[in-house]
Structure formats: C-alpha cells, structure tokens
C-alpha cells in the first residue's frame, strides 16, 4: 500500500516538473524576445547618424523588401527558410540567413 501512494506521489510530482519545466522554456523565450526588442527601442530613441554619400547609393541599391529583411535579422530573427521567424540564440549567427542577405 505504501509502495503505490509513494509510486502516485512521485507521478504526480513528474506532472508538477514537467508543468514548470514548459513554464520556464515558455518565460526564457519570452525574455529573449523583450530583451531585444528593448535593445531595439533604445536604438530608435538615439539620435541618427548623418548617412554617408557612399552608404546612400548602397541604400539605394538595396531593395526595401531586402532592408526590411535584414532589419529583422539584425533584431534577431531568422530570415532563412530554415527557421523563418524564429529568434536567433543572442550572439550566434546563421549561415543560411547570412548567405541570403549576402546574395546579389
């Protein structure tokens, strides 16, 4: 008798874990995301640097479809049909998106 509650107990402490452990994945993402888009917040509010003649006709160039994408690679999304849309690991860079924005 003893062996069964003990052996319920420890389920439904596996089911409690389980619970928390998604909860904790659910929050870290969570908080990846609002740290960047705080950092991206704080950019907006910096004043703009003056463009340069050289960096204008690059831009120029650059389609806005292409800016708009590298944009959300440089807040931290992925931009590759791989893991379209999903936040990259703070730091790391992707290969497949960075051979996308480097196409021409």
């Known amino acids: 008798m003893q062996v069964s509650s003990l052996e319920e ?3 439904d ?8 452990k998604e909860q904790l994945a659910y929050l870290i993402e969570e908080n990846h995301y609002l740290h960047i888009e705080n950092e991206n917040l704080r950019k907006r509010l910096e004043p703009e640097k ?3 003649p050289e960096e204008f006709e690059r831009k120029k160039m650059v389609g806005e ?7 959300l690679y440089q807040e931290g999304f992925h931009i590759c049909n791989t893991h ?4 990259r ?3 790391d860079d992707c290969l497949f ?4 924005l480097h196409q021409k």
Not at 13 to 20: D, S
Not at 84 to 87: C, D, M, P, T
Not at 97 to 100: A, D, H, K, P, Y
Request: proline share 6%.
């Open 9 to 11: 107990r420890i389920g």
């Open 97 to 100: 998106c960075l051979s996308f």
């Open 65 to 71: 479809g292409h800016e708009n994408l590298a944009r």
């Open 13 to 20: 402490l596996h089911e409690e874990l389980r619970g928390l």
């Open 50 to 52: 003056p463009i340069l």
């Open 89 to 91: 690991p703070e730091g």
């Open 84 to 87: 379209y849309g999903s936040i």
